[in-house]
């Protein structure tokens, strides 16, 4: 089992900045790749950023240029910066990892999810 424990959340004024973690615990072997995802009210989830594990990064349109994904591998532990914040990104951000356990099981695993609200 993996666990994925999320912090970093808060409320803060439009054009802030916020920086939100994941730190991924348990029998890990690898982490092959990992994401952030968010869901506003009364909209389904949608895709924020992943990175993989040769650091290749991809990102919603809508936080181009704003947010930025990263990893730190000796920590199991990923980032999202997020700068310039808008109104719109509020929601709740939820983190991903693909874990390859060392029984060599791949596995997706969701965290609890950290809310975000960017309000003035």
């Known amino acids: 089992q993996v666990q994925l424990v999320e912090s970093g959340g808060g409320l803060v004024q439009p054009g802030g900045s916020l920086r939100l973690s994941c730190a991924a615990s348990g029998s890990i072997f690898s982490i092959n790749a990992m994401g952030w995802y968010r869901q506003a009210p009364g909209k389904q989830r949608e895709l924020v950023a992943t990175?993989?594990?040769?650091?290749?990064?991809m990102y919603a349109d809508s936080v181009k240029g704003r947010f930025t994904i990263s990893r730190d591998y000796a920590k199991n532990t990923g980032y999202l910066q997020m700068n310039t914040l808008k109104p719109e990104d509020t929601a709740v951000y939820y983190c991903?990892?693909?874990?390859?356990?060392?029984?060599?099981?791949?596995?997706?695993?969701w965290g609890q999810g950290t809310q975000v609200t960017v309000s003035s």
């Open positions: 991903n990892a693909v874990v390859t356990h060392t029984s060599r099981s791949v596995v997706s695993y």
């Open positions: 990175i993989t594990s040769a650091d290749s990064t």
